[in-house]
């Protein structure tokens, strides 16, 4: 997506050769129109999929796959919670997730209400690095019975290798801006 | 709003006198339709009061906030973190805000980079209650000099007694449903 990739060599800024930081239009202040346009493309490559629900992790995931569900007609989104709040008294699904770039470990939960065998699931997130965020939400899929179809990412690591593990997962991965080296301070797509 | 209340009284449960749990369309499965319509409804409520940012709290103001960021133009979208996450470099405003429902006091930042003195500021909110959210995002626009109009809140639990507090504060509060009570297991509105 060209204007994803223009918007990220303008303004992304690498910290070290592992993070890309895109704060200013995608995950701390939200270009909205751009995140909008997000939606719509990642609408485009999975139609067709029967698609009926989409699932993310909060709180970055949050806006692009609000603007997907939005795009494919109004889909209901469900995002994985990271703690278990006082509220949520019914059953979880739950899963671990590494955080590569924060060093830690989520409980990552959805309440079995909101996920069952009816569900054919689109994972939307903004990164896609070491794949371990949609590896714990297409785990979740699983234990709800629900069918994962696939994971939009906006922004792919390849040189951390995400994408490969989750396609032989059997998934259909689609990212956006696929970033190949973020060395010496200079971000390199794969195309 | 009545299309609001009237999914409350269909889908929300209370859990004792303080909570309101509506996270079946709400805060952890969303209504991608429900909640571009509430983002209208913002949108018509702060018309005319020269807002150019929204701000809100990761991680359930997210959704309602990208609908009335998108709802009035496409305004630039900031969601304050509840942690300083390793991407984050620069210098940051921040509050403490105390969470009643979880019983958790939270550092709540906003990198100084995306408000300013350019900024007059809308919040937006899932959930008034005592107002604890609201006045620490109040008090970051000020420490950033930015100008902060009010606050809009998809459900005002007004026993609780925020709403009151931040109009003495000067902020224009706008609450999409008003709960008066939630005794007994039973939802009263205020009209």
Redesign the interface.
């Known amino acids: 997506m060209q204007l994803l990739k223009d918007r990220i060599l303008k303004d992304g800024k690498c ?1 070290g050769t592992d ?1 890309l ?1 895109v ?2 239009f995608l995950n ?6 751009l ?2 346009e997000i939606g719509r493309e990642f609408a485009r490559l999975f139609a067709g999929l029967g698609v009926n629900k989409i699932l993310t992790i ?3 995931g ?2 692009m796959a ?2 997907t ?2 795009a494919m007609g ?6 994985a ?1 990271k703690t278990t ?5 019914d059953g979880v699904y739950s899963a671990e997730v590494r955080s590569f ?3 830690t470990v989520s409980h990552v939960i ?2 079995q ?2 996920l069952g065998p009816d569900d054919t699931v689109l994972l939307i997130d903004d990164f896609l690095a070491h794949g371990e965020a949609a590896s714990g939400l297409a785990e979740i899929c699983r234990k709800a019975g629900a069918k994962c179809v696939g994971l939009g990412a906006v922004i792919e690591k390849k040189h951390q290798g995400g994408a490969e593990k989750l396609r032989k997962q059997g998934l259909k991965v689609e990212s956006l801006a696929v970033i190949t080296s973020l060395a010496d301070g200079k971000i390199e797509f794969d195309n």
């Open positions: 910290i993070i930081k704060d200013s701390h202040q939200i270009d909205v129109a995140v909008a909060e709180a970055s949050i806006p609000y603007a569900a939005h109004d889909l209901p989104l469900v995002f919670k709040p006082n509220t949520m008294t770039t924060k060093g959805v309440n209400n909101y």
